[in-house]
């Protein structure tokens, strides 16, 4: 996968000595192929070796990465019903 982010820029929250973090955002949001057609859905931005989730509804809100690990531990606790209340 290509990595598909722009935008870098130094974070207000970094030290002036240098030891900073770097800030970007994904771009290439596709809409995951499992979602629902009434708009409920998930998009989805490759990364080198990760994968950037968000929720199409509320793109501004936020996203996280996974690895491919981590995304099958995280399928496998929704197929098991794991967050219903």
């Given amino acids: ?6 935008g870098w820029r130094k974070s207000s929250r970094s030290q ?3 030891n900073c973090v770097e800030v970007g955002r994904v771009v290439g949001w596709r809409k995951s192929s499992f979602s629902h057609p009434n708009g409920d859905c998930i998009e989805v931005g490759d ?16 996203y996280f990465t996974a690895t491919p690990s981590q995304w099958g531990v995280f399928i496998d606790a929704v197929k098991g019903d794991r967050f219903s209340l």
């Fill in 1 to 6: 996968m290509d990595e598909v982010v722009a």
């Fill in 16 to 18: 002036p000595n240098g």
């Fill in 47 to 62: 990364l080198s070796g990760h994968a950037a989730v968000r929720d199409s509804k509320a793109p501004d809100a936020g």
